[in-house]
């Protein structure tokens, strides 16, 4: 079964990832140039603002294929350099892919998110979750180490004592701790988890798309670069929105009070 599918909504897509049957596991062969694919799509089509990541079932992600470690089958067969090949060629994909999506994405939690599933969730910009999520990067209890850039992620999200504790561990913690550390902003009922994506996703996709991916960009650049550099790339950035239409439909809107509406240009 392919690993995900990609739907369109107006300015708003969503990504399912798609094996009920196995928890929603990933890192067969291929997983990466799908998901890969699918984020291509994503930031060719300047119609969508926002994208929303969930999955299929009752689980988000059981992580990767605990069946195929044992049989050392797919994306865990051959020797240690084709099996770092195979992470980097494949599961890294993935994550990647979801990192570098230049929209908004929201991850929308609706179950079991573990190992690799809690990294791919925490790709999202903004996290919720259902009632009957978990979270848990269990890499230790295999005898792994998170090997998909959670040591990376995770500290960055909930901190270093959270993170260590949760990696050292092994621990898995429900939704609503999820919440008070930071996992995830909201926690709803299973029904309404879907509703309340959308709904966050209306809100983003009501904005103008090139001031919204240009602002994601300097985001994810400001956790890296100088305070300088970000300095001097929003001044640059900020010349070329003044520049633009929907610009000047946002003063227009403000001045005379009124909803603006926004055309991409």
């Given amino acids: 079964m392919a690993v995900a599918k990609l739907e369109k909504n107006g300015a708003i897509a969503t990504i399912t990832i798609t094996r009920p049957d196995t928890l929603n596991a990933l890192g067969q062969v291929g997983d990466g140039d799908v998901i890969s694919g699918l984020c291509g799509v994503i930031n060719a089509d300047r119609a969508i603002k926002v994208a929303i990541l969930t999955g299929e079932g009752r689980a988000f992600s059981a992580g990767g294929d605990v069946k195929a470690m044992k049989e050392r089958s797919g994306a865990f067969a051959g020797s240690p350099a084709e099996i770092r090949e195979s992470y980097r060629g494949n599961i890294h994909k993935i994550i990647k892919a979801l990192w570098n999506l230049e929209v908004p994405l929201i991850s929308a939690v609706n179950g079991p998110a573990i190992g690799l599933g809690c990294d791919v969730a925490c790709m999202g910009d903004i996290r919720i979750a259902s009632e009957t999520a978990k979270f848990g990067v269990t890499f230790l209890k295999l005898g792994l180490i998170p090997g998909d850039g959670g040591a990376w992620l995770t500290p960055r999200i909930i901190g270093w004592s959270r ?36 709904s966050i996703a209306q809100k983003i996709a009501n904005q103008p798309v090139h001031a919204l991916r240009v602002t994601k960009a300097l985001m994810r650049q400001g956790q890296s670069a100088q305070f300088e550099t970000i300095m001097e790339l929003s001044a640059a950035s900020q010349g070329l929105m003044h520049h633009t239409s929907d610009h000047a439909e946002g003063v227009a809107a403000v001045l005379e009070k009124r909803t603006p509406c926004f055309t991409g240009q």
Wanted: negative net charge; aromatic residues 8%.
């Fill in 163 to 198: 993170a260590c504790e949760l990696l050292f561990t092994g621990e898995v913690i429900d939704a609503e701790t999820a919440r008070e550390w930071g996992f995830v902003t909201r926690v709803v009922s299973p029904e309404a988890l879907m509703d309340e994506a959308r």
